[in-house]
Nanobody, 121 residues
Framework: QVQLVESGGGLVQPGGSLRLSCAASGSIVVINTMRWYRQAPGKERDLVALITSGGTTNYADSVKGRFTISKNNAKNTVYLQMNSLKPEDTAVYYC???????????????WGQGTQVTVSS
């Protein structure tokens, strides 16, 4: 019914940049808050950044000033621009969104499949 597909991960050297994308598709009525999470090996999945339907953003302290979340409503896509990357940013990054689909007409929670980001020299 609804799918989130991430792209843009990869290997980058410390200090480098990457831009992640997450496109939502399917039977979408409305998208509420969209979020990026990350999970490093052996650790819990943590919230990195979020953007509300009104455009309000919030960031984890560890990424403030380095990462920027944005969205294109016409494309149902959220982005995460990651600058000044550090080895500790290495993780699988997941897109998450609160979406009303036309079949259930309820606000449901959807996840992407994840994209690997590796920061290493």
């Amino acid at each position: 019914q609804v799918q989130l597909v991430e792209s843009g991960g990869g290997l980058v050297q410390p200090g480098g940049s990457l831009r992640l994308s997450c496109a939502a598709s399917g039977s979408i009525v409305v998208i509420n808050t969209m979020r990026w999470y990350r999970q490093a090996p052996g650790k819990e999945r943590d919230l990195v950044a979020l953007i509300t339907s009104g455009g309000t953003t919030n960031y984890a302290d560890s990424v403030k000033g380095r990462f920027t979340i944005s969205k294109n409503n016409a494309k149902n896509t959220v982005y995460l621009q990651m600058n000044s990357l550090k080895p500790e940013d290495t993780a699988v990054y997941y897109c998450n969104a609160d979406i009303v689909n036309r079949w259930s007409l309820t606000l449901d929670d959807y996840w992407g499949q994840g994209t690997q980001v590796t920061v290493s020299s």
